[in-house]
C-alpha cells in the first residue's frame, strides 16, 4: 500500500516538462472557454427556482486559481470574464466580469497559498473552502460592480434576491468544478504536487529563534546553532543521539535517510558513526579535529549568517592538510540570512573547493562534498537560496545559478553519477550519500528515482527538491520557496510515503487522497528540514511530539500555538499590512 | 517572491486594463467595439452550441414540428397585430406615427444564448445577414418579447421586455388609454412582472385589462398592437397622480425557443 501511494505519487509529483505544462495550459484554456460557452448556452437559461444560476466560469475560475498559482488564476479570471463580458448575450459594460474574475482568480489564488503557508499542509479541503468562498465574493463583487456602474439590472433589489441563490447554486456546482480543475491540473499544478511539510515546531512568539536552536542543539536534534550562539562552539561534543527521523511509511527507527534504495536492509551507518548535522556559523563541528581550514568565512556581514559544515574526521592529518590548502571559500554573503551548511561526510576530501557566493539575503547552502575533486561553484544572486548538494563522485563539477530569489536548491548526486565512468554504486559513496549534512537531504532516499523528480524546479512555494541520484546525472534541481523561507521545504512524496520500490499503481489518482491524509503522524517528517514560511520559527502549531526519540525536545514555555496570534498575524501573512507589491 | 511580485504586477495590469474597458464602454452607452469584437468571436461557437442544444430541447433551428408551429404563430402574430393596428385607425395612426406600409416581415430565430443572472437578454441565431438590424421589435406567438438591442452579421440579442432597462409604449385595448411598462428583471425566475404606469390620471385599471404595444416612429423599437399583456394587480399608490399596475406578459420568458424579429422594410 505504501509503496503504491509512493510511486503514485511520485508519478504525480514529477516535475512537469515544459511541454506538459504547455498542454496543461492549453487544456485549461479549452476548459475555460467551453465554460463560457455552456454558461451562455445551457446553465443561463435553466429554469432554475430562485431566479438565478449558478456561474460556472467563476467557479472554474477560482478552481483553476487554488489548484495553480495567483498569476493564473489572475489571468485565466480576466480572460473568461472578457470572454463573458463580450460574447453576444452581454449587455453589461464590457470589463466588468473581467475585473471582478480577475480579482476573485488571483486571491483566491493568494489566500490559498497563505493558509497552506501558515498550516504547512497542503490541504484539498482548504483549497476547495477557500475557492468556494472566493466564487461566493465573486458573486458579490458582479452585483456591486453592477450597482457602482448604476446599471438598471442590478438594483439593490434585484441584488438582494439573485445573490443568495445565486451562492447557493454555486456552492452546489463547486464540486465539479473543484474537481474538473484539479484534473486537469493534475501533475502540473500546486494542488497535485504532495507537499507534505513536517509539522514545525512550537515557539512561542516572543521566542527568540537562536535559544530556539540552541534548546535544539542541546537535546536530540542534529547541531543547529546560531552563529556564536552555541555554548559549545569549539569545544568537542560527545556524540549525539541520532536525530530520528520518521519518514513517511512509519518505520521507526530508520535513520536519516529512510527509505533508500533497498527498503528494508538495514540502515547503513553513518559514516564515523555521527550524526550529520548542521552546524551555523561557521564552526566545524568539535571533536572532529579539524582545524578551520584557509579563509574561511572571514565576513559575515549579516545578522543571522548560518553557516555550518559537519566534516567527518576520517581522513587523517595529511588529507587535511591539504583540505586545508585547496579547500577555498570565499563566502561573499551581502546580505543577511544566509545559511551555509555544508557537509563534507564520507572519507574528507583533498582539492574539495567550493566558492559560494550569494549575493542576496536568506541563502542557505547546503552540501556534503563527499569525492576528492568535487568543485562546486554555486551562484545564486537571489535571495531565499538554498542549495543542498552532496557531490559524491570525482570531479563532479556543478555550478547552479539561479536567477531569482527565493530559489532553493538541493541535490545530492551520489555515487559515480556525475562523473561517468565511476561505475556501480560503492558501499561508500552510499555512505557517504546517506549522511547528509542536514535534514533536507536526508529527507530523500538515497539512489532513487527521486532525481527524476528534481530535474525542474519547482517554482512553488516550500519546495524542496532534495535529489540522491546514484544513477543519473542530473542537473541541480531549483526550487524555489518563498519569501522568508528558512528552509521551506515540502517533502517529495517519494521521500514521504518511503517506499522507493517500483511498485506498480494508478500514477497521480491517489494524490489528492494521500494528502488528504498527511496529517497523521506517520507522514511527519523533521521540522528543520521542512520549515514553513516566513515567521516558521515563532509561530506555529504543530508539535514536535512524537517527532525526536525522547519525545518532545524542550519547548520553551510562554510558547503560544499559531492560532492565538490573532488576525494581525494573519494579515501580516497575507501581505495585508505592510506587505510589499 | 518574485513569482508573487510578478502576479502582481501582472494583476495590476489587467485591473487596468479592465478598468479601462469598462471605462470606454461606459462612455459608449455599452456599445463599444469590445462587443462587436466579442460578437463575431463567439458568434459562431455560440451557433453550433445553440444548434446542438436546441436537438435536445426539440427546437433545432429548421427542424422539429414545434419549431415550424412557433414560427407560424411568430408571423401570425405579426400580422394579426399589424391587421388590428389597421382596422382601429389606421389612417390616423399612419400618419401619427408613420406606420411602414405594407405587411410585416417577420424573421424568426432561435435563442441560442441567454444572458447572466443580472441581464434579461438572449441572443438570436440571426443576424444582420438575415435583415436584422437593431431597435426592431420581437415577439412570439404569445406577445411581445423585446427588441433588438445589438446585431452581429449572425447573431441579435435581444434585450427583454423585462429587462429593467426595457420601457415599452403601450395603451390599453379597450380605451385606448396609453402608459408605459417598465420591466423588474429577473425573467428567467420565471412569474417576471413588469410595473405598468399609467399617463393619465384618471384612467381606471383593473385586473385583466389587455395591453397591446403603443407603437413607435417607424416602427422602432415596438410595432403597435403587439399584446403584451395583463394587469394582474393595481399598485396605485394612494394620492398618487399616475396609476400604477403590476402586468403579467404573455410571452414565458422562461421558455423562449422560436422568436420572430419584425424586419422594418
Known amino acids: 500500500m505504501n509503496g503504491l501511494l509512493a510511486s503514485s505519487l511520485s508519478a504525480s509529483n514529477a516535475e512537469p516538462s515544459p511541454a506538459r505544462k504547455a498542454l496543461t495550459a492549453v487544456v485549461l484554456a479549452a476548459t475555460l472557454f467551453a465554460a463560457v460557452i455552456v454558461q451562455l448556452t445551457v446553465v443561463n437559461r435553466l429554469p432554475l427556482p430562485g431566479g438565478a444560476v449558478p456561474d460556472l466560469v467563476l467557479l472554474l475560475v477560482t478552481a483553476i486559481a487554488v489548484c495553480t498559482s495567483p498569476l493564473t488564476g489572475a489571468l485565466a479570471g480576466f480572460a473568461a470574464g472578457l470572454a463573458l463580458d463580450v460574447a453576444p448575450p452581454a449587455v453589461h459594460y464590457a470589463g466588468e466580469y473581467a475585473l471582478v474574475f480577475c480579482l476573485a482568480g488571483w486571491g483566491a489564488a493568494r489566500v490559498n497559498r497563505a493558509i497552506w503557508d501558515m498550516r504547512g499542509v497542503r490541504d484539498p479541503v482548504v483549497a476547495f473552502t477557500v475557492m468556494a468562498g472566493a466564487a461566493a465574493a465573486g458573486e458579490a463583487g458582479k452585483a456591486a460592480l453592477g450597482m457602482m456602474l448604476s446599471d438598471p439590472d442590478v438594483t439593490g433589489a434585484a441584488a438582494g434576491r439573485v445573490l443568495p441563490t445565486a451562492i447557493l447554486y454555486d456552492l452546489l456546482a463547486a464540486p465539479f468544478a473543484f474537481w474538473l480543475a484539479a484534473r486537469i491540473t493534475r501533475g502540473t499544478g500546486f494542488l497535485s504536487t504532495i507537499a507534505v511539510r513536517a509539522p514545525a515546531p512550537e515557539f512561542g512568539v516572543e521566542q527568540r529563534p537562536a535559544l530556539v536552536f540552541r534548546s535544539a542543539s542541546a537535546g ?166 538554498i542549495a543542498a548538494g552532496s557531490l559524491a563522485g ?87 520557496p518563498r519569501r522568508g523561507w528558512l528552509s521551506g521545504t515540502s517533502r517529495p512524496p517519494g521521500a514521504v510515503l518511503g517506499g522507493h520500490g517500483p511498485a506498480g499503481g494508478s500514477r497521480g489518482g491517489r494524490s489528492l487522497r494521500a494528502s488528504a491524509f498527511r496529517g497523521s503522524r506517520a507522514y511527519r517528517g523533521n521540522w528543520y528540514a521542512a520549515a514553513p514560511s516566513g515567521g516558521w520559527l515563532r509561530r506555529s502549531r504543530r508539535r514536535w511530539h512524537g517527532l525526536l526519540p525522547g519525545g518532545r525536545p524542550p519547548v520553551p514555555r510562554g510558547a503560544r500555538p499559531m492560532a492565538k496570534t490573532g488576525i494581525r498575524s494573519a494579515a501580516r501573512r497575507l501581505g495585508l499590512f505592510g506587505g510589499r507589491w | 517572491m518574485l513569482e508573487a511580485r510578478r502576479a502582481r504586477v501582472v494583476l495590476i495590469g489587467l485591473l487596468v486594463v479592465a478598468i ?98 443580472y441581464s434579461d437578454s438572449v441572443t438570436l441565431n440571426v443576424g444582420s445577414a438575415d435583415g436584422i438590424t437593431a431597435d426592431e421589435t420581437v415577439l412570439n406567438g404569445d406577445g411581445l418579447v423585446g427588441t433588438v438591442a445589438a446585431v452581429t452579421p449572425t447573431t441579435a440579442t435581444v434585450q427583454l421586455a423585462t429587462d429593467a432597462a426595457a420601457t415599452v409604449g403601450v395603451r390599453m385595448a379597450g380605451s385606448g388609454q396609453i402608459g408605459a411598462l417598465t420591466g423588474t428583471a429577473g425573467s428567467m425566475a420565471g412569474g417576471a412582472q413588469l410595473k405598468l404606469t399609467m399617463f393619465e390620471s384618471g384612467t381606471v385599471l383593473r385586473p385583466g385589462q389587455i395591453l397591446v404595444t403603443f407603437g413607435s416612429v417607424g416602427g422602432r423599437p415596438y410595432v403597435p398592437g403587439v399584446p403584451v399583456g395583463t394587469v394582474s394587480a393595481v399598485t396605485t399608490p394612494p394620492g398618487s397622480l399616475s396609476p400604477t399596475a403590476l402586468v403579467k406578459p404573455f410571452a414565458d420568458f422562461t421558455a423562449l425557443g422560436v422568436l420572430g424579429v419584425v424586419v422594418s422594410q
Do not use: C
Open chain 1, 220 to 385: 536530540a536534534a542534529p547541531g543547529l546553532r546560531l552563529a556564536g550562539t552555541g555554548e559549545n562552539y569549539h569545544r568537542p561534543q560527545a556524540a549525539r543521539r541520532v536525530p530520528r527521523l520518521r519518514l513517511a511509511d512509519g518505520r521507526a527507527g530508520s535513520v536519516i535517510g529512510t527509505g533508500g534504495a533497498a527498503p528494508g536492509t538495514a540502515a547503513v551507518p553513518l559514516a564515523g558513526g555521527r550524526t550529520p548535522r548542521l552546524s551555523f556559523g561557521g564552526d566545524l563541528p568539535a571533536g572532529t579535529g579539524q582545524v578551520r581550514t584557509g579563509r574561511r568565512a572571514a565576513r559575515t556581514p549579516g545578522k543571522n549568517w548560518l553557516r555550518g559544515a559537519s566534516g567527518v574526521p576520517l581522513a587523517g592529518s595529511r588529507a587535511f592538510a591539504a583540505h586545508a590548502a585547496a579547500a577555498r571559500r570565499a563566502a561573499r554573503g551581502p546580505g543577511r540570512g544566509w545559511l551555509a551548511v555544508a557537509g563534507t561526510a564520507g572519507p574528507a576530501v583533498p582539492a574539495a573547493q567550493r566558492a559560494s557566493r550569494a549575493p542576496g539575503k536568506g541563502w542557505i547552502t547546503a552540501g556534503s562534498l563527499a569525492r576528492p575533486g568535487g568543485q562546486r561553484a554555486s551562484r545564486i544572486p537571489g535571495k531565499g537560496w
Open chain 2, 20 to 117: 479601462a474597458l469598462i471605462t470606454i464602454d461606459f462612455r459608449d452607452g455599452g456599445g463599444s467595439a469590445a462587443h462587436g469584437v466579442g460578437g463575431r468571436l463567439f458568434a459562431p461557437v455560440e451557433h453550433v452550441a445553440g444548434d446542438v442544444t436546441g436537438v435536445f430541447r426539440g427546437a433545432a433551428g429548421g427542424g422539429g414540428d414545434v419549431a415550424s408551429l412557433q414560427r407560424q404563430n411568430a408571423q401570425l402574430r405579426a400580422q394579426l397585430a399589424q391587421a388590428q393596428a389597421a382596422d382601429a385607425d389606421a389612417a390616423q395612426l399612419a400618419g401619427l406615427l408613420h406606420l411602414a406600409k405594407g405587411k410585416y416581415t417577420v424573421v424568426t430565430g432561435t435563442v441560442i444564448a441567454a444572458g447572466g443572472d
Open chain 1, 394 to 480: 570525482p570531479a563532479a563539477k556543478r555550478a547552479a545559478r539561479g536567477p531569482g530569489r527565493g530559489w532553493l536548491h538541493a541535490a545530492r548526486p551520489g555515487g559515480g553519477g556525475l562523473a561517468g565512468p565511476g561505475g556501480p554504486r560503492s558501499a561508500e559513496a552510499a555512505l557517504a550519500a546517506r549522511s547528509a549534512p542536514s535534514g533536507l537531504s536526508a529527507l530523500s532516499g538515497g539512489g532513487t528515482p527521486m532525481a527524476a523528480m528534481s530535474r525542474h524546479g519547482a517554482p512553488r512555494a516550500g519546495w524542496l527538491g532534495a535529489a540522491r541520484s546514484a544513477a543519473a546525472s542530473v542537473p541541480a534541481p531549483r526550487l524555489a
